[in-house]
């Protein structure tokens, strides 16, 4: 399906299936826009729960600003990149059909469980076989040792009463209201809006496993094959919360030696603060999921980063815990925060600065910056400001 973008020209659209897989022609497509004159190229992804045409609208707005900000020295070019991320509305009562119908594979699996959502039993079996549903849904298969499985999060093998419990304690923190208000002061019910929540969060795993697929087998070859067909186009990566994801793993799909990425801009990233770390902090030895793919960029990684996300403030560290840790679910417990709740982290020398002094300053040339955008953006797809655009355009130095 291709979309329509209207406020900038000329645009192309980029399409990847789940598996990274792509029409012929699509590096053709790109290079064309440096035969018209382009110099840089602005590539933009939307995260989870977006149809073509939301992403469409989406990508209409985002891009808007840009012909506004960018300098005379250079002519930009566009391109959004459409990717199937699964449509799963914030509302309390799930799309189940969108959800069956973006994993067709799991139709049985999605019928089950919207049947005991509506039913809400409040019975320990129903909860369990609700829960071992969420795992088959998430791709995570039953067996000895699944609870000790270091990638998996812990509200998918965790006592389905506690988890359910705990997600509806995230809800009432989010919305700021108490469980007598949106629930009537009926445990049951409460029980099942955790329940729900936990369903959208385990749609969210799968969402956020195929962005860095589509990332790195998607992306980052075709990028190198646009570095090839049109070397001299200047590549610049913005994406929002798991578009972020993906341009991020689209770094490590990069082919060796090519240089094409001038510029990364993450907004509200949905994945961890630590993925570009070589060590990740509190005892472990090990290294982040992206550890110095920044070092791929030809210019800064910009992490814009806002504490008025409570997706990614609250829900997103719940979901992010792996099984077996009994810490604190919720409050400052940092291991589980995402990159766009306070940035990138655990990465010598990454810069901070404020959204103003960005604008007003600069950006520096390479490494990683923390912007923190907390002045425009109210909520986690706030995203379509021009002050946003303008700090691509400084990430990029072609404001």
Known sequence: MTTTVTSVEPYHEIVFDKDGEG????????????????????VFTHGWNNTPSQAAGFFDRFFAPFPRVAGTSARLGYAGLVWPSIMFSDEQVPDYAAV??????????????????????????????????????AGVPDGPGLAAGSDVPGFLVGDPRAVYAMFA???????????AELFGGDPVKRLWRGAKEALRQATYYTMKRRAGVVGERGLG????ELARKAPDVRVHLTGHSFGARLIAHALGGLPEGVRPVKSVTLLQGAFSHYAFADRVPYGSARAGSLPGLQARVDGPLVACHSRHDTALGIFYPLASRLARDDDALLGDDRRWWAVGHDGVQAVPGTSAVTLAAALHDGLPASG????????????????????????????????
């Open 23 to 42: 029409p012929a022609g699509q590096a053709d497509a790109l290079a064309a826009l440096a035969r018209r004159g382009c110099t840089d190229l602005v």
């Open 100 to 137: 069956a119908a973006a994993v067709p594979e799991r139709a049985t699996a999605v019928a089950r469980l919207a049947e005991l959502a509506e039913a809400e039993p409040a019975d320990d079996a129903s909860l369990a076989e609700f829960a071992r549903l969420l795992r088959e849904l």
């Open 169 to 179: 304690d995230a809800h009432e923190t989010a919305t700021g209201a108490g469980a």
């Open 221 to 224: 070859p075709l990028l190198g």
């Open 368 to 399: 990683c910056v923390n912007v923190d955008a907390a002045a425009v953006v109210s909520e986690h797809s706030d995203i379509c400001h021009q002050e946003l655009a303008r700090v691509v355009a400084r990430a990029g130095r072609f404001a």
